[in-house]
């Protein structure tokens, strides 16, 4: 069946960074793109970005996140990752995948999230 | 940016009731708006796209509507299962970029 599997949870100390994986199998990964959402304690859900699945890497970042974030794929295992560098204790979060719909712009399946905690 | 404005914030309910959430535009996004469900423990799911289409396997009890800058999801009959969060989300293509509402939390 069609699934992302994400790396597991990380405690990371303040100005480090973390990087997060999200295994895709079931489909074809270059037909599809995917993005990156995440929420905070008590929070809603933010999108980070967006990477094509095809060998272009195409990406969209959130202005937010602009300068700090890096998407990438590994088309030879289906795998794509999401480096978050400078962290600070606002970015302790669950970190999603989320794959493009497939006729549509919406997420369609989801990884079962990567919680990053960063504490001193 | 566009603003995406969700209402109410939080919502309590009975069951069989008839929910509504509404979601406005800071601007008009014609029907690039989707609707997902969270609940806790959980991963989001997808229930409406392009602000009316139900997803698959998603129940008829859900449903959505409007275009330009107001949109509505619409529970017709509330239960117990769709104790959950909320969010609307709009979206701009090529390339794809996505904002969601702050979320609406239900409650019975």
């Known amino acids: 069946q069609v699934q992302l599997v994400q790396s597991v949870g990380e405690v990371k100390k303040p100005g480090a960074s973390v990087k997060v994986s999200c295994k895709a199998s079931?489909?074809?990964?270059?037909?599809?793109?995917i993005s990156w959402v995440r929420q905070a304690p008590g929070q809603g859900l933010e999108w980070m970005g967006w990477?094509?699945?095809?060998?272009?890497?195409?990406?969209n970042y959130a202005q937010k996140f602009q300068g700090r974030v890096t998407m990438t794929t590994n088309t030879s295992t289906s795998t794509a990752y999401m480096e978050l560098t400078s962290l600070g204790a606002d970015d302790t979060a669950v970190y999603y995948c989320?794959?493009?719909?497939?006729?549509?712009?919406?997420?369609?399946?989801w990884g079962q999230g990567t919680m990053v905690t960063v504490s001193s | 940016d566009i603003q995406m404005t969700q209402s109410p914030s939080s919502l309590s309910a009975s069951v069989g009731d008839r929910v509504t959430i509404t979601c406005q535009a800071s601007?008009?996004?014609?029907?690039?708006l989707n609707w997902y469900q969270h609940k806790t423990g959980k991963v989001p799911k997808l229930l409406i796209y392009d602000a009316s289409i139900l997803e698959r396997g998603v129940p008829s009890r859900f449903s959505g509507s409007g275009s330009g800058t107001d949109f509505t999801l619409t529970i017709s009959s509330l239960q117990p299962e769709d104790i959950a969060t909320y969010y609307c989300q709009m979206y701009q293509n090529l390339p794809p970029r996505y904002t969601f509402g702050q979320g609406t939390k239900l409650e019975i």
């Open positions: 079931g489909y074809t990964f270059n037909s599809y793109g």
């Open positions: 989320a794959r493009d719909h497939l006729i549509g712009f919406a997420f369609e399946i």
């Open positions: 990477i094509s699945g095809g060998l272009n890497d195409q990406t």
């Open positions: 601007q008009d996004i014609n029907k690039y």
